[in-house]
């Protein structure tokens, strides 16, 4: 039965607004900085909110609008993942190391109609400029003086707040209205747009706080300085900023990532929690020689942490630990804690726990299923694809009926992932069925880089596999057959540097290795078979 609601009763949606009140509320007076540059506090953090809608409104923006943003980790940033969605509209954080083709692509297909660019990347909007189809007006971001460009702005963002009234009334909506879009790497090399509602925002926030929250290692709770290290671009930073701004914490945004900033910033300011793939901890650990970090609690997902790593942050005091999810589920759906009698452990035998993909959050609903959907033996053996459901999955790919229809096969969301599970409910991720390469944290997909490659005169066939490296996650590799003048690997990087040059191929995606072959390992259906192919060039 229903519940019954009597006339005069409010039903509160779930919208964001209500986590910068609950920040602003508990810490009026706490700070939130930007490197060197600037701070100000949660106070001063709401009324640039209502200044920011002051701005956007005067360009049109209303409920059901996109907004899109292309910036680094900024405070900037921080304002615009609130004062547009509680606006109503859409805010789509643009991943600024997409090719320029590719960033293309997915501000056509989002259909963005005002555009937030910091400068560093306005010569990348100015090239691709002309094929923009639907934005209007662009404002620009920049920690510099004076910025120039042939494009027409509507003027530099502070310049544009400070003039804005402080004072802005958000309307209240539908909790289920669209808060935030944003593009991950298909395997045909299209990126494919996924995205959340405010409830679904609101809903991972609050699990995450609950995950977090409490005594023992690796918690998030209102005495900690938080810092991303994942950018902003890539699912919301993992949600961290809204939980750190639920917890009314000090933030510190660092801007572009460079090791020696990172640095000065963790040591200025404490910073006591934080995220990062895998290569950004390596090169944060490479930067500060012997240097201990005291404090310093860390999540490392976005692909597979190592043991070796581990051991090494630790021995350098940082709580590192897993957590797993992607850009298709908002993300977080495991974190990897150790159990209470785990902590008297040696370092080597945390590890061994902090590296596993770990244990799903609350609400999240996670399977490891065979091919006829049937859940493999919870021994640490049997290997099976992790499928989930939880409230704050996408719910389909934009615009992309087939592509949905595959994700969410039989009523759970396929993540493509091969895990086994223990009988303690530790999962971990042993392979990984999607064709797509996962380097530095950011996606190649073979299929595209297989594509430039054919196009080579001297090339008739051609596979790309990702191989592990010890840097950057993984690096790709490309098994080559063609005729009897075989270019040297040299002239291949070259002739891939000219896609990069046009555009077409991020400069990650060329191969470190090409490999002649006198043939390519296919499957009984004649397909590449990759998974012989890596069992034999790794
Ligand atoms: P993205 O959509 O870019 O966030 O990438 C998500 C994918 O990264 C997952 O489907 C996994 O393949 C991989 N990944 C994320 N976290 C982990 C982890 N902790 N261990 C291994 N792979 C991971």
Same mark, same amino acid.
């Given at each position: 039965?229903?519940?019954?609601?009597?006339?005069?009763?409010?039903?509160?949606?779930?919208?964001?607004?209500?986590?910068?009140?609950?920040?602003?509320?508990?810490?009026?007076?706490?700070?939130?900085?930007?490197?060197?540059?600037?701070?100000?506090?949660?106070?001063?953090?709401?009324?640039?909110?209502?200044?920011?809608?002051?701005?956007?409104?005067?360009?049109?923006?209303?409920?059901?609008?996109?907004?899109?943003?292309?910036?680094?980790?900024?405070?900037?940033?921080?304002?615009?993942?609130?004062?547009?969605?509680?606006?109503?509209?859409?805010?789509?954080?643009?991943?600024?190391?997409?090719?320029?083709?590719?960033?293309?692509?997915?501000?056509?297909?989002?259909?963005?109609?005002?555009?937030?660019?910091?400068?560093?990347?306005?010569?990348?909007?100015?090239?691709?400029?002309?094929?923009?189809?639907? #934005? /209007? &007006? =662009?404002?620009?971001?920049?920690? *510099? +003086? %004076?910025?120039?460009?042939?494009?027409?702005?509507?003027?530099?963002?502070?310049?544009?707040?400070?003039?804005?009234?402080?004072?802005?009334?958000?309307?209240?909506?539908?909790?289920?209205?669209?808060?935030?879009?944003?593009?991950?790497?298909?395997?045909?090399?299209?990126?494919?747009?996924?995205?959340?509602?405010?409830?679904?925002?609101?809903?991972?926030?609050?699990?995450?706080?609950?995950?977090?929250?409490?005594?023992?290692?690796?918690?998030?709770?209102?005495?900690?300085?938080?810092?991303?290290?994942?950018?902003?671009?890539?699912?919301?930073?993992?949600?961290?900023?809204?939980?750190?701004?639920?917890?009314? #914490? /000090? &933030? =510190?945004?660092?801007?572009?990532? *460079? +090791? %020696?900033?990172?640095?000065?910033?963790?040591?200025?300011?404490?910073?006591?929690?934080?995220?990062?793939?895998?290569?950004?901890?390596?090169?944060?650990?490479?930067?500060?020689?012997?240097?201990?970090?005291?404090?310093?609690?860390?999540?490392?997902?976005?692909?597979?942490?190592?043991?070796?790593?581990?051991?090494?942050?630790?021995?350098?005091?940082?709580?590192?630990?897993?957590?797993?999810?992607?850009?298709?589920?908002?993300?977080?759906?495991?974190?990897?804690?150790?159990?209470?009698?785990?902590?008297?452990?040696?370092?080597?035998?945390?590890?061994?726990?902090?590296?596993?993909?770990?244990?799903?959050?609350?609400?999240?609903?996670?399977?490891?299923?065979?091919?006829?959907?049937?859940?493999?033996?919870?021994?640490?053996?049997?290997?099976?694809?992790?499928?989930?459901?939880?409230?704050?999955?996408?719910?389909?790919?934009?615009?992309?009926?087939?592509?949905?229809?595959?994700?969410?096969?039989?009523?759970?969301?396929?993540?493509?992932?091969?895990?086994?599970?223990?009988?303690?409910?530790?999962?971990?991720?042993?392979?990984?069925?999607?064709?797509?390469?996962?380097?530095?944290?950011?996606?190649?997909?073979?299929?595209?880089?297989?594509?430039?490659?054919?196009?080579?005169?001297?090339?008739?066939?051609?596979?790309?596999?990702?191989?592990?490296?010890?840097?950057?996650?993984?690096?790709?590799?490309?098994?080559?057959?063609?005729?009897?003048?075989?270019?040297?690997?040299?002239?291949?990087?070259?002739?891939?540097?000219?896609?990069?040059?046009?555009?077409?191929?991020?400069?990650?995606?060329?191969?470190?290795?090409?490999?002649?072959?006198?043939?390519?390992?296919?499957?009984?259906?004649?397909?590449?078979?990759?998974?012989?192919?890596?069992?034999?060039?790794?």
């Amino acid at each position: 039965m229903q519940i019954t609601k009597t006339k005069e009763a409010f039903q509160s949606s779930l919208l964001l607004g209500a986590l910068l009140q609950a920040g602003v509320r508990k810490a009026p007076q706490q700070q939130i900085h930007y490197r060197d540059q600037l701070s100000f506090t949660y106070r001063q953090l709401n009324t640039r909110v209502q200044q920011l809608a002051h701005v956007l409104t005067a360009q049109g923006v209303t409920v059901g609008q996109t907004v899109a943003v292309m910036d680094w980790d900024s405070h900037r940033y921080l304002e615009c993942f609130f004062a547009v969605p509680m606006l109503g509209a859409v805010l789509h954080t643009i991943n600024v190391r997409l090719s320029p083709e590719q960033i293309l692509y997915t501000i056509n297909h989002a259909e963005d109609d005002v555009l937030l660019v910091n400068s560093e990347f306005l010569p990348v909007l100015e090239s691709i400029w002309s094929r923009i189809e639907t #934005v /209007k &007006q =662009v404002i620009v971001l920049t920690d *510099e +003086p %004076a910025s120039t460009t042939s494009i027409a702005t509507v003027g530099e963002y502070e310049a544009l707040l400070a003039e804005a009234p402080a004072n802005f009334v958000f309307p209240e909506f539908d909790e289920n209205t669209r808060a935030t879009t944003f593009y991950t790497t298909g395997t045909t090399g299209l990126p494919k747009g996924v995205y959340f509602s405010h409830r679904q925002l609101v809903m991972h926030t609050l699990a995450m706080r609950s995950a977090t929250a409490g005594v023992g290692h690796g918690r998030f709770n209102g005495d900690d300085v938080y810092m991303p290290m994942t950018p902003m671009f890539h699912v919301h930073a993992w949600g961290a900023p809204l939980v750190a701004t639920l917890l009314g #914490v /000090k &933030q =510190v945004y660092p801007g572009r990532y *460079e +090791p %020696a900033t990172l640095l000065q910033l963790i040591e200025q300011h404490q910073v006591t929690f934080t995220h990062c793939v895998p290569t950004i901890l390596q090169m944060l650990l490479s930067a500060a020689g012997e240097q201990q970090f005291k404090g310093l609690k860390m999540i490392i997902g976005g692909a597979a942490l190592t043991e070796s790593l581990a051991v090494r942050a630790l021995q350098q005091g940082i709580d590192v630990f897993t957590g797993y999810g992607m850009s298709e589920t908002c993300p977080i759906l495991t974190l990897s804690y150790l159990q209470p009698h785990m902590q008297s452990w040696s370092l080597e035998e945390q590890a061994v726990i902090r590296c596993k993909t770990g244990v799903p959050i609350d609400f999240v609903s996670l399977r490891i299923v065979d091919e006829q959907m049937q859940d493999v033996p919870h021994d640490g053996q049997a290997q099976g694809e992790i499928v989930v459901r939880s409230p704050w999955l996408t719910q389909s790919y934009l615009k992309d009926e087939e592509g949905s229809k595959q994700l969410w096969a039989g009523g759970w969301l396929h993540t493509g992932d091969l895990a086994v599970i223990d009988a303690q409910g530790y999962v971990k991720i042993t392979d990984r069925i999607k064709d797509v390469i996962k380097t530095g944290g950011e996606w190649v997909s073979s299929l595209e880089v297989e594509n430039i490659l054919l196009r080579h005169p001297q090339i008739q066939e051609c596979a790309v596999i990702g191989v592990p490296d010890a840097k950057w996650g993984e690096r790709p590799l490309a098994v080559l057959v063609g005729a009897e003048q075989r270019p040297e690997g040299t002239e291949l990087v070259a002739f891939m540097q000219t896609y990069v040059e046009k555009g077409l191929l991020s400069k990650y995606g060329i191969p470190d290795r090409f490999i002649w072959a006198a043939e390519i390992p296919k499957t009984s259906v004649g397909k590449l078979n990759k998974k012989l192919m890596r069992e034999q060039y790794i």
